[in-house]
């Protein structure tokens, strides 16, 4: 299957600072990419569908000057928490879809494990 | 809203079939997956169904589909120490890349 690698796996950071994290389609072109957070045992919670070259459509309660996304090719989306605080702190997933606009298949990421301390 | 739910734990012996169970909301829903998550990584597609389908066998693995009552399951037949993760069903809808994830179902094999 198609290969979606997000970057880095696992950062620690200082309140008040922003951390970018990447996820990058290996092997095909994903027009939509979408980013996910995920609590301690918890389901994945959709942030943003970010699509390629416009402007990234947030979920209802994700605030979108500190969670900036950006979509400047087919193969790259990035995630910028910025200003971060502790309660920040949680697992953010991407994943990239590929296929027809009858099935979705979508690709993910293998996570980025985020600590602000 | 689309609304998906699994029950959160599910422990079964090694060597047994495990089930695990999901419902939704959504009758426009077209296709319904399982995903699988082990510790501290993302999730990797193990199977889906298509809604005019009520089955679908692939080696372990056996989905279920009661689109009349919105319910799905997934069989793992011979459970191994591997088949410890979390199990997450989604759905989508034709045309909309946007899937809808359930709550997760942690397994826990018992040896």
């Known amino acids: 299957g198609a290969v979606v690698s997000q970057h880095p796996s696992w950062v620690i950071c200082k309140s008040g600072t922003s951390v970018k994290i990447e996820c990058r389609s290996l092997d095909f072109q994903a027009t939509t990419m979408f980013w996910y957070r995920q609590f301690p045992k918890q389901s994945l919670m959709l942030m943003a569908t970010?699509?390629?070259?416009?402007?990234?459509?947030?979920e209802q309660g994700v605030e979108k000057d500190k969670f900036l996304i950006n979509h400047a090719s087919l193969t790259l989306s990035t995630l910028t928490v910025t200003s971060a605080h502790p309660e920040d702190s949680s697992f953010y997933i991407c994943?990239?879809?590929?296929?027809?606009?009858?099935?979705?298949?979508?690709?993910f990421g293998q996570g980025t494990r985020l600590t602000v301390v | 809203g689309e609304d998906v739910e699994q029950s959160l734990f599910l422990s079964v012996r090694e060597g047994d079939s495990s089930v695990i169970n999901c419902t939704y909301t959504?009758?426009?829903?077209?296709?319904l997956y399982w995903y699988k998550q082990e510790p501290g990584a993302g999730l990797q597609l193990l199977t889906y169904i298509f809604s005019n389908m009520d089955m679908k066998q692939d080696q372990r693995l056996t989905v279920l589909l009661n689109k009349k009552d919105k319910h799905l399951s997934l069989r793992i037949a011979d459970t191994q120490t591997g088949d410890s993760a979390i199990y997450f069903c989604?759905?989508?809808?034709?045309?909309?890349?946007?899937?809808?994830f359930g709550t997760g179902t942690r397994l826990t094999i018992i040896p």
């Open positions: 959504d009758s426009s829903s077209t296709y």
């Open positions: 989604a759905e989508s809808n034709f045309g909309n890349e946007k899937l809808t």
């Open positions: 970010s699509n390629e070259g416009s402007k990234a459509t947030y």
């Open positions: 994943s990239a879809t590929v296929g027809s606009r009858q099935r979705t298949e979508a690709f």
